[in-house]
C-alpha cells in the first residue's frame, strides 16, 4: 500500500473517531436534558398546586417520614419542624394509614410546651405506596365555644330551677297555712320576691342573647350620655330611697357617645344597679363622667361590700358570683356585669374596675367619643 493510500484511510478513520465523539457527546447532553423530565416527580402532578390555595393545613409524608410538602397554614400551626411532623401522634396516624392504605379520621389534642393545647381533626389518606397526605382542621375555637354553651345552658337551668323551686315550696308552705293570715302574707312576700328575681333573671338573659344576636353598630347614633345617666338613675331610685342610699351625679355634662342607645343605657343602668344593690343602708353612690382623649368616662363609684383582689379578673363572666349567698339575698343575677362587658367590647370601649373589699368598688365604664357635644 502506498504512502498516499495510507495517509486517506489513516484521515478517514479519524473523522470517524472525532465524528463519533461529537454523536458520543450530543446523545449524553440530550439525554442529561431529559432526565427530570423522565424522573417520577416526589410529589404528584397537581398536589403542590393544591397545597396552595388550601385553607387547611396540609402535609405531605414520604416513605421515610419525612415532610416532603405542606401547606403555609401547616407551618402557621406548628405541624411541621424542619422535614418532620411535630406531633408524634400524627405521625403515628400516618405510619398507619401508609402500612395498609386505609383513608383514617379521627380527633387529637395537640399539645406544644409554651402553646394552648388545640383540637384537630385529622383526615389521612394515601396518595401513592409511598406518600400520605394529612389534612388537619383546628377546631378549638369550637370546642372552647361549645364549651361556654354547655356551660351558659347549665348555669341557666340551675338559676331558674332556684326560684321557681323557691316559689312552689313558699306556695305550698301558703295553701297549708291557709287559717293563718299572717303566715300567709308572709308566705306571699316571699314569693313576691322570689318572682321579682325569676323575673329579672329572664329579663337579663333575653337581654344578652339579644346583644350577642344583633350587630348593634352598623349604623351607630350619637347617644346624649346625660340622659343614659338620668334614666339608669332613675331606674333605680325605688330602691335607693329604700335603703336610705344617695345616689349623686357629677362631671362635665353635655358628652355624647357613638353606638346603640338601647345597649348604652343598659349597661350604665345595671352599673348604677349594682351599685345600688351592694351599698350599704345610707350610704352614697357616685355617678360621674368625664372626657379621655377620644372617650367618654363613666364611672360609678360605691360604698359597699368591695371586691377581694383575687376575684376582679372573674366579676365579668357570666352568673359568677364572688359570694353567691350574698347574691342570693339581694336578688343579684350573676348577668349584669356580662351585659356591660359586651357593650363596651362591641362599641370599641372597655370596662375596668377599682375595688377594695369592705371598702367599696369603682367601675369605669368608656365609650369612643362624638365631637359634637356642647362643652360646658
Same mark, same amino acid.
Not at 440530550?30 to 393545613?57: H, I, K, N, T
Given at each position: 500500500?502506498?504512502? &498516499? &493510500? ?62 416532603? @410538602?405542606?401547606? $403555609?397554614?401547616? *407551618? ?6 424542619? &422535614? ?40 389521612? $389518606? ?15 375555637? #369550637?370546642?372552647?365555644?361549645? @364549651?361556654?354553651? !354547655? ?9 331558674? @330551677? ?15 297555712? /291557709? ?5 300567709? !302574707?308572709?308566705?306571699?312576700? %316571699? ?18 342573647? !339579644? ?7 352598623? /349604623? ?14 332613675? $331606674? ?41 344593690? *351592694? ?11 368625664? &372626657? ?25 363572666? %357570666?352568673? *359568677? %358570683?364572688?359570694?353567691? /349567698? ?14 356591660? @362587658?359586651?357593650?363596651? /367590647? ?26 359634637? #357635644?356642647?362643652?360646658?
Amino acid at each position: 500500500m502506498d504512502a &498516499t &493510500t495510507q495517509a486517506f484511510l489513516a484521515a478517514l478513520i479519524g473523522a470517524l473517531v472525532a465524528g463519533g465523539g461529537v454523536l458520543a457527546w450530543h446523545v449524553s447532553e440530550r439525554q442529561q436534558r431529559m432526565a427530570p423530565d423522565v424522573v417520577e416527580p416526589a410529589v404528584p402532578a397537581g398536589v403542590a398546586s393544591v397545597l396552595s390555595v388550601l385553607r387547611s393545613s396540609a402535609v405531605v409524608v414520604g416513605g421515610d417520614d419525612t415532610v416532603v @410538602k405542606a401547606s $403555609a397554614p401547616a *407551618y402557621a400551626m406548628g405541624l411541621v419542624s424542619g &422535614t418532620s411532623l411535630v406531633s408524634h401522634e400524627l405521625a403515628e396516624l400516618v405510619t398507619q394509614v401508609r402500612r395498609d392504605g386505609q383513608i383514617r379520621e379521627t380527633e387529637l389534642l395537640m399539645a406544644r410546651q409554651g402553646t394552648t393545647p388545640r383540637h384537630v381533626t385529622v383526615r389521612c $389518606a394515601p396518595l401513592s405506596s409511598t406518600l400520605v397526605l394529612a389534612l388537619v382542621e383546628d377546631r378549638t375555637r #369550637e370546642r372552647r365555644i361549645e @364549651k361556654v354553651r !354547655r356551660d351558659f345552658v347549665a348555669n341557666v337551668s340551675h338559676e331558674l @330551677k332556684t326560684p321557681v323551686g323557691a316559689i312552689r315550696l313558699l306556695a305550698e308552705a301558703a295553701c297549708e297555712a /291557709a287559717d293563718d293570715p299572717v303566715a300567709v !302574707r308572709r308566705f306571699a312576700g %316571699r314569693m313576691l320576691t322570689e318572682s321579682d328575681r325569676l323575673s329579672r333573671l329572664v329579663q337579663q338573659i333575653i337581654e344578652l342573647s !339579644r346583644l350577642q344576636d344583633d350587630d348593634p353598630l352598623d /349604623a351607630p347614633v350619637v347617644v346624649a350620655v346625660d340622659d343614659v345617666v338620668a334614666g339608669a338613675v332613675d $331606674a333605680s331610685a325605688i330602691d335607693a330611697n329604700d335603703r336610705g342610699i344617695k345616689v349623686v351625679t357629677g362631671g362635665v355634662h353635655g358628652l355624647k357617645v357613638f353606638g346603640n342607645e338601647e345597649q348604652v343605657r343598659a349597661a350604665v343602668a345595671n352599673l348604677v344597679a349594682n351599685a345600688v344593690t *351592694y351599698s350599704g343602708t345610707d350610704s352614697t353612690v357616685l355617678v360621674s363622667t368625664k &372626657t379621655e382623649e377620644q372617650m367618654v368616662e363613666i364611672s360609678v363609684v360605691d360604698q359597699g361590700i368591695g371586691i377581694p383582689s383575687g376575684e376582679l379578673d372573674r366579676i365579668f363572666e %357570666r352568673f *359568677y %358570683r364572688v359570694d353567691p /349567698a350574698r347574691h342570693r339575698s339581694t336578688g343579684g343575677t350573676g348577668l349584669g356585669l356580662s351585659i356591660v @362587658k359586651h357593650v363596651a /367590647a362591641t362599641h370599641g370601649g372597655e370596662i375596668r374596675v377599682w375595688s377594695v373589699e369592705g371598702q367599696g368598688s369603682t367601675f369605669f365604664f368608656n365609650l369612643p367619643r362624638a365631637h359634637q #357635644e356642647a362643652q360646658i
